[in-house]
Nanobody
Framework: QVQLVESGGGLVQVGGSLRLSCAAS????????MGWFRQAPGKEREFAAAISRSGFNTHYADSVKGRFTISRDNAKNTGFLQMNSLKPEDAAVYYC????????????????????WGQGTQVTVSS
């Protein structure tokens, strides 16, 4: 298991940018694929972006493609989500998640595939 702690959320204007971080501790982070999910009030938790354990493969939800970039630094046990051109509909609690994968290129993108979750960080987008 890994323990995950998100940071970097906050209030931003429409069109602005934020960079979320996910600090991992416990077992070797480099053995885990990582994903970012988000949940707005009254809505289900939805997928935003994911990255393979190697960092070479990524996958994005259509709603964030071209605006968000997921990355990781395995040497620092940290994952990132760079969010640009933020829209009001991006406002949500953002959760970092991780799952052990055998294949280095695997990119899980459903929430049921992940078994390690952070506590979330709030992103608010003002118009």
């Amino acid at each position: 298991q890994v323990q995950l702690v998100e940071s970097g959320g906050g209030l931003v204007q429409v069109g602005g940018s934020l960079r979320l971080s996910c600090a991992a501790s416990g077992r070797s982070f480099s053995r885990y694929a990582m994903g970012w999910f988000r949940q707005a009030p009254g809505k289900e938790r939805e997928f935003a972006a994911a990255i393979s354990r190697s960092g070479f493969n990524t996958h994005y939800a259509d709603s964030v493609k071209g605006r968000f970039t997921i990355s990781r630094d395995n040497a620092k046990n940290t994952g990132f989500l760079q969010m640009n051109s933020l829209k009001p509909e991006d406002a949500a609690v953002y959760y970092c998640a991780a799952v052990f994968t055998v294949e280095t290129g695997t990119v899980p993108f459903t929430r049921w595939q992940y078994d390690n979750w952070g506590q979330g960080t709030q992103v608010t987008v003002s118009s």
